[in-house]
């Protein structure tokens, strides 16, 4: 690898846009970054591993407050209140993305069982069994009671009313 590259060198290397690396520069995630004669940026090789551990941290959902946070305390040096602080930061996110896995485990477990199910489906032998409507048969409530003389009562709620009482 060669010594320096230039920002377009390093974007490509990083996957990063040119725009971005000026942006991550300009709010402090990066350390300022040498600079060739004419003010061109030259990324070292500790630059590009650090920008790595970067995206690491971005592509697991840490936010920039605390990537910056993170910065803050790497640029204190390994002290052994910065070295507490930065460990404890990477394992509460280390715990909030092992929750994160959890459950998106406990989803695709959910969908291989949808899908086994439906391959199950897929691989029953077909039911070519014809089935005819039963009849429809009367209910409990509309069978004349011997009590109703064939008049028809309907439920509300508990209470039952008499349909020609409101004639």
């Keep these: 690898m060669t010594t320096s590259l230039t920002i377009q060198q390093a974007a490509a290397a990083t996957g990063l846009s040119v725009h971005t690396l000026r942006y991550y520069e300009r709010i402090g995630l990066l350390d300022p970054v040498t600079r060739k004669d004419n003010s061109h940026r030259l990324y070292r090789e500790e630059d590009l591993l650090w920008i790595g551990f970067l995206l690491k941290l971005r592509s697991t959902g840490l936010p920039i ?4 946070r993170y910065a803050e305390l790497r640029r204190q040096g390994d002290t052994r209140d910065s070295v507490s602080a930065r460990k404890a930061l ?17 989803n695709l477990t959910v969908l291989h069982k949808k899908i086994a199910l439906y391959e199950a489906m897929e691989a029953a032998p077909p039911t070519d069994v014809v089935t005819q409507p039963l009849p429809p ?4 409530e509309d069978a ?8 028809r009562t309907r439920k509300t709620g508990d209470a039952r009313r008499n349909t020609q009482a409101r004639r």
Excluded: F, W, Y
């Design 144 to 151: 004349p009671n011997e009590h109703s003389n064939n008049i």
């Design 90 to 106: 990477l394992e509460q996110h280390t715990h909030t993305v092992e929750q994160t896995l959890a459950e998106l485990q406990s």
């Design 137 to 140: 048969q009367p209910s409990h």
């Design 65 to 68: 407050r605390d990537m910056l």
